[in-house]
């Protein structure tokens, strides 16, 4: 089974489903992939920021040295983190990913946070995270033009194939409608029923950027980080109106939580280590919702946002 596509605004087709790969654990990785590969996944969703591409690489090359795919039919993603925001940097850490990924070129690269940090040259540390040293928070200058400007050069030069952004409001979009010359082809943000950010949404799709959602089911992604607010929320899986939705239709309720993305025309990634729900989640496209599901699993919506640097106890409200 592989996933449908959506087709972005550059005339290119993205895998609506996708394997996200956040969490993913290194030791485990380069099988992870692989076997999600063996499942029917073509979408890889990494990251600068999640410490295990060259392992997801070394998975793609096995499936691609077996003859399972070629490069061609997988559509890998990737992100520049926060302290490479710098114009001068833009391009040399996008060329050290593709040389962890051991690829040419990412099918879509996304500014991961509109955040930029102090440059942290990777010899000293990598990933960096959020800290330029001493645990404390500096922050550069460069502003989110100059850093879509230098995005824009990668796609011209062809080492990225889609640009992307990630976590970026309607006001920061509606800013960068003024100043891109490629208007972005997707924009990556937390969506789930607690979460559903229907205006930013309708934004996208007046302007032709597809969305992708990630941590579709909500707290239970978070729970695992021991997040306080995550730990007090009740869990999607075992909301009433999600059960008796996915008991209707003989589905998990991971199903249904993303099939209310993908009816929509929203993209998902999600991960999983387990090789029965690794199919599930990608079968999210066989069965379809009715309107009055869709509305009611869309009534949920508390405005509820996990993935805030905030909430990690690092100090920059983004989303304030």
């Known amino acids: 089974m592989v996933a449908p596509t959506v087709k972005l605004n550059n005339g290119r087709e993205m895998p609506i489903v996708g394997f996200g ?18 499942s029917g996944y073509r979408l890889f969703d990494g990251a600068c920021d999640y410490g295990n591409e060259t392992e997801s690489g070394q998975g793609v ?5 077996e003859g399972l795919v070629k490069r061609e039919d997988l559509f890998i993603v990737s992100k520049l983190w926060n302290s490479f925001h710098d114009k001068e940097q833009v391009a040399p850490i996008c060329k050290k990913q593709l040389a962890d990924w051991g690829v040419d070129y990412f099918d879509l690269y996304i500014i991961h946070f509109p955040i930029a940090l102090k440059y942290v040259d990777p010899k000293t540390r990598y990933p960096p995270g959020f800290f330029y040293e001493d645990d404390k ?58 979460l559903t950010q229907e205006g930013l949404i309708g934004l996208c799709k007046e302007h032709d950027v597809a969305v992708t959602a990630y941590s ?15 730990k007090d929320t009740p869990l999607l ?3 009433e ?23 929509r025309g929203i993209a998902v990634i999600p991960k999983s280590n387990n090789q029965n729900r ?20 869309s009534a949920l919506d508390q405005n509820m946002r996990f993935n805030n640097p905030v909430n990690y106890g690092i100090n920059i409200p983004i989303f304030a």
């Open 278 to 297: 690794l199919a599930q989640n990608l079968d999210v496209c066989s069965f379809d919702l009715s309107e009055d599901e869709l509305k009611k699993i």
């Open 216 to 230: 579709s089911f909500g707290p239970a992604s978070f729970v695992e980080l021991n997040m306080q607010k995550a």
């Open 237 to 239: 899986f075992d909301h």
């Open 21 to 38: 790969l956040w969490k993913v654990d290194n030791a485990t990785c380069a099988d992870t992939v692989y076997n999600a590969i063996k």
């Open 241 to 263: 109106v999600i059960k008796t939705i996915s008991e209707k239709h003989s589905k998990t309720p991971a199903q249904v939580l993303l099939r209310w993305s993908t009816q």
């Open 137 to 194: 928070l500096a922050f550069s200058k460069t502003s989110l033009a100059e850093t879509y400007a230098a995005m824009e050069e990668l796609y011209e030069q062809g080492l990225i194939k889609s640009l992307g952004i990630s976590n970026y409001n309607g006001a920061l979009m509606l800013d960068l409608f003024r100043y891109a010359k490629q208007i972005p082809q997707t924009l990556q943000i937390e969506h789930h029923p607690y």
């Open 61 to 65: 090359k096995r499936a691609i040295d």
